[in-house]
């Protein structure tokens, strides 16, 4: 199994990012998905949740509004579209699969917001 996240980067207060997360050597669609986060210092934090077929999606309050969880089943893939970036945003981002007790995680990516 294999998660491939991709997008981070470096963004000024209020712009926007768009993460990806590529799944291969899984059945895609059977798995819950959710991004993570981690800041230095801070504990990793449940950021937004999508179930398998993609009709319930849930967030940490300091997203909502902001952020948007969505999956492409067909093409093994779960994006983060994160807009009006804050610095508080600021950590690496991770993606995982659930399926029972199976976890699967991601390497992460960075993602700075800064001006």
């Known amino acids: 199994v294999q998660l491939v996240e991709s997008g981070g980067g470096l963004v000024q207060p209020g712009g926007s990012l768009r993460l990806s997360c590529a799944a291969s050597g899984l059945t895609f669609s059977s798995y819950v998905m959710s991004w993570y986060r981690q800041a230095p210092g801070k504990e990793r934090e449940l950021v937004a949740t999508i179930t398998s077929a993609g009709r319930n999606t849930d967030y940490v309050d300091s997203v909502k509004g902001r952020f948007t969880i969505s999956r492409d089943n067909a093409k093994n893939t779960v994006y983060l579209q994160m807009n009006s970036l804050k610095p508080e945003d600021t950590a690496v981002y991770y993606c995982?699969?659930?399926?029972?007790?199976?976890?699967?995680w991601g390497q992460g990516t960075q993602v700075t917001v800064s001006s």
């Open positions: 995982k699969a659930a399926i029972s007790w199976l976890n699967y």
